[in-house]
């Protein structure tokens, strides 16, 4: 029914589908969406499985003597003066308002105000990033020009350690979030644009083919055909990427580029407080890992004609 | 046979080449040709199948017919028009499936429709049109990843359909699908071609399937590729692919081509050997 419907009336496909049909759909996707939902459950145990075995190990080193809690302290010593520990976070806001230690928001209020500076950071390099890295390795390969002009330039700067960028982000921006978001993008930018021209040379010929045949141009081409189909490894490269982004951050963070969670540790290395690096360490896993499954959420919902093939590798 | 005399040839027929070669990295130590002096006349209409031992230059000269790479030798011609570029007249239909996995099947198949700006309502309609030639209008609005692989290729045809192209280039499509799903798709070509009324230019390895389609085969010699002879298949169609004569044929094929074969084994055989 709904075939016939959909041959004479392309616009109101949706709506003429017969109830049974849409029943049975309905039915189908609560189950599909119940099954989904144990799947998350099972995963979430696991994780939470795999941190305790961690922490577990830990507190049994501590238990046991062989890990001085004063240089090593055990989860539940880090964790459990989050009180004591949240108020050296957020001390730059302190500083710009002029506010003493004991005063301004709660140690909960202040891990999150600076994990989230720090976040943002992390997130603003990686859209400017990709976004410059994509548009540069899609122009190499369309004009041969622009590729003899820029690649050995891009080739040359792409070993360079992030950190040499340190003081030129300091000397160009000074102190506050434009250095870090900098130091973000110059450790991704030139390895991204080799990962997209790469991405571009391993685009299926017959697909470019089968355009050139219906008589597309070349920016056709490149925008209907290369650009989605270079889409899954870049995501992919972006996933790989995200967690060099998260290093750098700290760095930037750490050297007096800006404040944030890079400036916790190096608050605590200077007042040698061992609790305090495990505490923001802890901090800063959870905001990576968090990060890291809404990009592979948004990769999922971008990437929609991908099957998932972890699962069949595992079952092998 | 030399490319030099001047071209004769009705300005009618729908691929005409003359003194075609072409090789590989020309100019170069990794030079090879693929294909030497390919003189042929395909007429409006006809089914033509190239058989020839793997490796023997005919999908290069598929490629060639479709405008895809260009000859270093000769010249080609579609209804009087010279091939230097691709055009939807001639549309080409891979071995591997090559439908776009980020559009629908009714996407993909209007895909040409969609490059010179034509409303959704148009591509869908034209769409349409051409799945239900393919018997696939129920899966319209399917991904390609839904599909089986005979699905996938009839739906690749149906995209080629979608251009009313007036040639169909075929490069082994059927190549990666089982037996039973193959002679299927023998039958439903041979419908697709007398309803289209395109001159179809068939790639394959299988003798069988020569048979089964063409009016005319083209056998190629080994690498580089020439044509060895041209032998017709006048048997009425539908085919009973039983008969005797359907066997003679089959047997006179692969006797024309064991020959090539055995001399492309024998070159494969002299690279083996360690220096």
Known sequence: MAVVTRDGEPGAAAGTTSRPAAATRLMASRLFASMAGLDWLAKVWWTCLSISLFAGLWELCWAMGWADEKLLPPPHIFLGNIGEQGKYFNTATRWQVGTSMTEGP???????????????RVFAGLVIASVLAIGVGVLVRYYRFFDRLVLPTITLLSPVSPIAWLPVAIFLFGIGNAPAIFMVVVALFFHMVLA???????????????????????????????VPAILPGMLQVLRMNLFGAWMVVLV????????????????????????LVFFTIAVIGVLGFAFDWLLRMAQRRILYWLPDTAERLRVL | MSSENAPHFSSKDAVVCRGVGKTWAAGTKRAHEALRDIDLDIKPGEFVVFLGPSGCGKSTLLYLIAGLEDATGGQIWSFSDKVET?????????????LFPWLTVWQNVSFGLAIRGASQEERRKVAAEALQRVGLIA?????PDELSGGMRQRVAVARALAMRPKVLLMDEPFAALDVQTRARMQDFLLDVWRDSGASVLFVTHHIDEAVALADRVVVFTSRPGRIKTIYPIDLPRPRNLFSREAETMRIQLTELLRDEVDRAFAEQEAFAVPA
């Open chain 1, 106 to 120: 709660s140690a909960f209020e202040s891990v999150l105000i600076t994990g989230a500076a720090t976040t943002m």
């Open chain 1, 252 to 275: 930037a963070e750490s050297t007096g580029v800006g404040y944030g969670m890079g400036q916790v540790i190096m608050l605590a290395r200077n007042t040698f407080n061992p609790s």
């Open chain 1, 196 to 226: 997209t021209i790469n991405q571009i040379d391993t685009v299926n010929t017959n697909f470019i083919n089968v355009a050139r045949t219906m008589g597309a141009s070349k920016s056709q081409i490149y925008l209907r055909v290369i």
């Open chain 2, 86 to 98: 691709p055009s939807p007249e001639r549309s080409l239909i891979f071995q591997e499936t090559s």
């Open chain 2, 139 to 143: 899966a319209m609005d399917k991904r």
